[in-house]
Nanobody, 126 residues
Framework: QLQLVESGGGLVQSGGSLRLSCKMS????????IGWFRQAPGKEREAISC????????YYADSVKDRFAISRDNAENTLYLQMNSLKPGDTAVYYC???????????????????WGQGAQVTVSS
């Protein structure tokens, strides 16, 4: 059974940085395109990033582009999200997730997921 466990969330001031980690168990990470989505209170889920298992290509939503960086360590079965220049609007629960399609097959607004973790709270204070 594939499982995902996020860590690294917390409280940070505006302009600060955090790095989220996501450990996969039950299956080799190198088989999957994988990414992150977030959900703020009262808002819909927002897909924000994805990384290809084939060539490591990365994809970002406009809301996080040039501030966030996704990476993977297949040897450690771990996915990362480096978040820089954080803003109060980035406050949300962040989930690592395996999409039901390849990263490049859909626009972020159309992303769907087969697996996701329990989430990590990220709070950015002004």
């Amino acid at each position: 059974q594939l499982q995902l466990v996020e860590s690294g969330g917390g409280l940070v001031q505006s302009g600060g940085s955090l790095r989220l980690s996501c450990k996969m168990s039950g299956s080799p990470l190198n088989l999957y395109d994988i990414g992150w989505f977030r959900q703020a209170p009262g808002k819909e889920r927002e897909a924000i990033s994805c990384i290809s298992h084939r060539d490591g290509s990365t994809y970002y939503a406009d809301s996080v582009k040039d501030r966030f960086a996704i990476s993977r360590d297949n040897a450690e079965n771990t996915l990362y999200l480096q978040m820089n220049s954080l803003k109060p609007g980035d406050t949300a629960v962040y989930y690592c997730a395996v999409p039901s399609h390849w990263c490049s097959d859909r626009k972020f607004e159309q992303y769907d997921y087969d697996y996701w973790g329990q989430g990590a709270q990220v709070t950015v204070s002004s």
